[in-house]
């Protein structure tokens, strides 16, 4: 099992920053599948930035050029630096893992305002 606590979000104005942490309960560097994904209310969850299992990055269309993904396994930890937020990337933004199973944080609220 890998418990996955979120931390980092808040209400920013658009065109701000903001880095989204997300720290596990087990080494990262035995984790090749993590990201991060986003939900708002009547809509699924969709991916935002992800680690492949060949250690290969996946981002959302929407958040190319603006959002990167990186992680640091001393710190068991994957992060997400979100630049030129826009009011579209509002919403609850999840750790995920894939470890033998599926794995979420319990999420964290990111608000941008126009």
């Known amino acids: 099992q890998v418990r996955l606590v979120e931390s980092g979000g808040g209400l920013v104005q658009a065109g701000e920053s903001l880095r989204l942490s997300c720290v596990a309960s087990?080494?990262?560097?035995?984790?090749?599948?993590m990201g991060w994904y986003r939900q708002v209310p009547g809509k699924q969850r969709e991916l935002v930035a992800t680690?492949?299992?060949?250690?290969?990055?996946n981002y959302a269309d929407s958040v190319k050029g603006r959002f990167t993904i990186s992680r640091d396994n001393a710190q068991n930890s994957v992060y997400l630096q979100m630049n030129s937020l826009k009011p579209e990337d509002t919403g609850v933004y999840y750790c995920?893992?894939?470890?033998?199973?599926?794995?979420w944080g319990q999420g964290t609220q990111v608000t941008v305002s126009s």
């Open positions: 087990r080494s990262t560097g035995s984790i090749n599948a």
């Open positions: 680690f492949g299992s060949s250690g290969s990055t």
């Open positions: 995920w893992v894939y470890y033998w199973g599926t794995y």
